[in-house]
């Protein structure tokens, strides 16, 4: 059997992590039936990888951070960033206000983020009217967390060592990772020692931020670009209209070395809010989110085909 592990992105802290994993499976299985697939994934064929509570207790400073948990069936926070957690905030805002075809306002003159600070704030309450379905807090709460993850070893290693315990070893696996999950997900196949012994058929990325420049450059720093060794295939799935996917993962945008095995880019329509939800159910019960396009739900069941 394959087992699927689902790896959330940011901001889900202080929500029901069985609710998740119960919403993540009605939006793919509502893709399944879209796609005419017979696949049925019941509790037991998913491990949800909840780390919420987790990375918002080691990046807000608690001594003692829940722990991951695996599921099988403003302005203070800017005040708080040092000057290099700053500046990789604002080169993802900048960088998103861009694509949204926005204008960033120009930066004033002065040698520190001290004398920016009004700066700061005009950058992100220009996100907040110029990119539709994203506000500048969503923006600075991903890049902060993103920051720590991939600069403070100690966030890393309880993330990574959380996610690697949940994959399977007797077993193949699909891998699905959203929005910030996607840069956990990446991060760990790299570069986790046990990720080796693992047999990845599909790494699925939904909504990924991997070819913002700022995050880019620093994974390219410690390693070279590349698909995963245990990997066998990897589809990057984005809504053009998703503000947090801002490119494709073809080699334009997130070059490999070496180029082959390559990523295969998926657009679709996102239907959720905002167009950058794995998975949500709508006012009138439906499940709407990358996972419930039959498409992407299709991608998964061609995996568990194999």
């Keep these: 059997m394959t087992r699927l592990v689902l790896v959330h992105g940011r901001d889900n802290q202080g929500l029901d992590a069985e609710e998740l994993d119960r919403t993540w499976l009605a939006a793919l299985g509502a893709g399944l039936v879209g796609a005419g697939s017979a696949l ?6 998913t491990s949800f990888v909840y780390y919420g509570d ?6 807000g400073g608690a001594g003692s951070p829940p722990p991951v948990t695996v599921h099988t069936i403003g302005p203070g926070t800017l005040a708080a960033l040092s000057d290099d957690e700053l500046a990789f905030v604002v080169a993802v805002a900048e960088e998103v206000l861009r694509a949204g075809g926005a204008r960033v306002p ?4 002065g040698s520190g983020w001290a004398d920016g600070g009004a700066w700061v704030n005009l950058l992100l309450s220009a996100l907040d009217r110029h990119v539709p379905g994203l506000s500048s807090a969503v ?3 991903l890049a902060r967390d993103v920051w720590a993850y991939l600069h403070e070893p100690a966030v890393r290693a309880v993330v990574d060592d ?5 994959m399977p070893t007797d077993e193949p696996a699909v891998v699905v990772g959203h929005s910030f999950g996607s840069v ?6 790299r570069e986790h020692p046990a990720a080796a012994r693992r047999d990845v058929l599909l790494l699925l990325t939904l909504g990924s931020p991997l070819a913002i420049r700022a995050i880019r450059d620093v994974l390219a720093a410690r390693a070279p670009l590349r698909v995963p060794g245990p990997v066998r295939r990897w589809v990057a799935v984005r809504d053009p209209r998703d ?3 801002l490119h494709g993962l073809g080699p334009a945008a997130f070059p490999l070395d070496p180029p082959v095995p390559g990523i295969e880019d998926l657009e ?6 905002g167009h950058h939800a794995a998975a949500v159910l709508l006012d009138d019960g439906r499940p709407a989110g990358y996972l419930a396009v039959p498409l992407v739900a299709r991608t998964v069941a061609d995996a568990f085909d194999r």
């Design 268 to 273: 679709v329509a996102n239907a959720a809010p």
């Design 54 to 59: 987790t990375l918002a207790g080691l990046v």
């Design 243 to 245: 503000a947090l996917a």
């Design 139 to 141: 923006v600075v709460l």
């Design 40 to 45: 049925v994934l019941r509790d037991e064929d």
């Design 106 to 109: 120009p930066r004033p003159e």
């Design 162 to 166: 959380a996610l690697a315990a949940a």
């Design 184 to 189: 956990v997900a990446y991060a760990m196949l």
